[in-house]
């Protein structure tokens, strides 16, 4: 087509009043995936449209609303108004339980402060991650306590006040003993009766029962 | 006919193909010159009459449906089973409508099953206008739109850690009970490996040109306790034969109970 | 927390005025694509919000602009006039061509929802084949109903609020032409001459029937 016949086509047909071509930017740009240059705008609108003029007349509408509209490099687009980018986050709040290694880490702890890493571990059995540590000093359940006077001056954990009203305990000596857990019924992977545990000998001599 | 629907299969150039495939597969829907189904064509026909629905001639309607289903059996042997249904319903219907019921007889009349008939028609004529008018409506992604530049909710999660005064003595009991009920095995920490052994005499051998005895080349560690000097001694002299075999080193032994010695091969 | 504490913080944070509440919807429905229930507009607000006046406050201000507040079931959501399509053919999702067969299904569980699969066939006079139905579920625009508490429990199908949205509905009794469909008794459930509406006991006679 022609020049000439495009000027005859857009002569005949009048660019829409500001207000329609404000609308229309509005929607398009609602729209659109990506922010709109002018021109990108302008291609897209009838003919005759004033992009700029529109563009601000519409920036102004949106001023000190929810939303705005802000140039984005050459671009357009609507954005969210800072001031209430804290509705676009959502907190969750989410309970877990403890992990067994955790627990038994604080419970050692509780149990045996001033201890070391190194008793925990003797403790436990097992070693102990530095994950379990840093946790558990994260939930300021445990701190930091006075270095032990040994060899490499390791340092020890104790627990903490906001462990105390955590577990709704007066100090940590409330806890009770593993005879008083036993008789509460706490220890629900109790031994088999008649076995003493702390003697090593019964175990070796059931080993020897077996082979004979 | 066969060919309207592939001339349907040709549009569905997507996944969409498959389900397509399976509606004219499952359905029972014949297209015969353009009609589907049975309530189809019958609309079809009471349209070319041009009357109301609710007034037209079920009996006519019947009577030309009976002459189409026996002009398409004529051409053709598979007709759809929804077709010869209808068609011998509309026969026992036209019998009722020409037919004075018999007394005693307590099924519905013909008028009865004419009218509902008339029903069926104008509802199913009822939601083809609907259809049309639904799908005539703006659609959301061709006539309105939504948000382009959606901006994601970040989700903050803050996770907060639990445990009751209960579960730290249940930890604690089993922490200190563990041993208690340990299923039986051997305890291995006085237990020196031939991999070990191995792994000490090739660093150790290469320096021996002299003969020496076995005992030598156990670790400092190993050697008071006598369960782990046993274990010790047991693997470095497996590790010596696997050496021997190797050919990195000689082994001698002057008589029995005498002690075992060994040095660097030398090469011959 | 008990309730006491809980209404303690909220009456500390007084609910912010109606306008801010106001640009806190606009920022949040504009910010997704999806339409949001009151409930989960004021699950993100702060406490204490009118969340329902607020919102007919904003639909009031988006009257006539490039953008509309529409409600959409329970849901409401910004979307473009629709006079302003023809500005956004780079936006048009190429929609497949529905079936005449799909087209029907959907308006009849449309307008006669619940529907069971042999109401629907019942209506076209045709077996309605599984892929027919299998397209509208996932096209998202049909769902699984309450099961009819008739003989066999048969499932009902419903339109979805992606239905609504799609057809710029604020609810199904804003179908096209339904009222007077209704009024009409073309929608009413008019079972064939002979046959009574299904119930337990008819299916229970008719067995015996068959067995005499």
Chains 1, 3 share one sequence.
Not at chain 2, 106 to 118: F, I, R, T, Y
Not at chain 2, 238 to 256: F, H, N, P, T, V
Request: proline residues 5%.
């Amino acid at each position: 087509m022609s020049d000439k016949t495009d000027n005859a086509i857009e002569s005949l047909f009048e660019a829409p009043p500001l207000a329609e071509q404000e609308r229309m930017i509005e929607a398009i740009l609602f729209a659109t995936a990506e922010p709109m240059s002018s021109k990108q705008l302008a291609d897209r609108m009838p003919h005759g449209c004033e992009v700029p003029e529109a563009l601000a007349h519409l920036r102004k509408r949106y001023e000190g609303r929810g939303v705005r509209l802000v140039k984005v490099g050459d671009g357009w687009a609507f954005r969210t108004a800072p001031d209430l980018g804290f509705l676009m986050q959502k907190e969750t709040v989410e309970t877990r339980k403890l992990s067994q290694a955790a627990i038994e880490t604080l419970a050692i702890i509780a149990y045996h402060q001033p201890a070391t890493r190194a008793e925990i571990e003797e403790i436990r059995g097992v070693s102990v991650s530095r994950g379990t540590l840093d946790m558990l000093l994260e939930l300021g359940w445990i701190k930091l306590g006075r270095r032990r006077m040994t060899p490499g001056r390791p340092v020890t954990f104790i627990v903490t006040q906001e462990f105390l009203d955590h577990f709704g305990l007066e100090s940590s000596r409330d806890l009770p003993g593993i005879k008083e857990l036993r008789d509460a019924g706490i220890l629900d992977n109790r031994p088999p009766p008649g076995v003493k545990p702390e003697e090593e000998d019964d175990k070796e001599r059931g080993q020897d029962d077996m082979f004979e | 006919m066969p060919d309207d629907h592939i001339t349907g299969l040709d549009a569905a150039t997507d996944s969409f193909a498959d389900v397509e495939a399976r509606v004219a597969a499952e359905s029972l829907v014949v297209d015969v010159d353009g009609f589907e189904g049975p309530l189809d064509l019958l609309l079809t026909l009471s349209r070319t009459q041009k009357v109301d629905l609710r007034k037209v001639s079920i009996l006519e309607l019947a009577i030309q449906y009976l002459a189409f289903v026996e002009e398409a059996k004529r051409l053709r042997i598979e007709l759809a089973a929804d077709y010869l249904v209808m068609a011998a319903w509309l026969a026992f219907l036209k019998s009722r409508l020409l037919l004075p019921p018999e007394p005693g007889d307590d099924g519905p009349s013909g008028e009865e099953l004419a009218a509902h008939l008339a029903f069926q028609l104008e509802r199913l004529e009822a939601m083809r206008r609907s259809a049309a008018r639904l799908m005539g409506r703006d659609q959301l992604g061709r006539d309105f739109f939504a948000r382009g530049q959606t901006e994601d909710v970040s989700r903050k999660r803050t996770v907060k850690y639990t445990a009751t005064v209960l579960d730290l003595m249940q930890a604690y009991a089993r922490v200190k009970t563990r041993d208690d009920f340990e299923p039986l095995h051997m305890k291995r920490g006085a237990f020196y490996t031939m991999e070990q052994a191995l792994e000490r005499m090739k660093g150790l051998i290469g320096h021996a040109m002299e003969w020496g005895t076995l005992e030598q080349y156990l670790p400092e560690a190993w050697r008071l306790d006598p369960k782990k000097r046993r274990s010790a001694t047991a693997a470095t002299f497996a590790a010596s034969l696997e050496l021997a075999k190797e050919g990195q080193l000689e082994i001698r032994q002057d008589e029995m109970f005498a002690p075992i010695m060994l040095r660097k091969k030398l090469a011959s």
